[in-house]
């Protein structure tokens, strides 16, 4: 939902090095991901999702409040044992 100045803000202050949306449209926008959606506030609420190599989603996290989010540690704990289990040819 941010606007483009956020999104760049969020860039500098993280060095995040992937893409992060912004300018999101509920709930245009909402409805292609499957996120939920507040008409009230017109807000998409959190989702998150953790894509693989192939650009394939692995996992994906609906949350309507601050419990059920994505943790950076959490993703990357569930990424090592994908690669894991990959590794080992499972």
Do not use: N
């Not at 912004?22 to 991901?33: N, Q, S, T």
């Not at 994908?82 to 499972?90: S, V």
């Amino acid at each position: 939902m941010d606007p483009p100045d956020k999104a760049r803000e969020m860039v500098e202050r993280t060095g995040a090095r992937f893409p992060i949306g912004y300018g999101l449209k509920v709930p245009e926008d909402a409805d292609k991901v499957g996120a939920y959606w507040e008409t009230r506030r017109g807000i998409i609420h959190a989702t998150g999702f953790t894509l693989g190599p192939e650009r394939k989603i692995l996992q994906a996290c609906f949350a309507t409040g601050p419990i059920g989010r994505i943790e950076a540690v959490d993703a990357l704990s569930s990424i090592r044992g994908t690669k894991r289990r990959k590794a080992q040819g499972g």
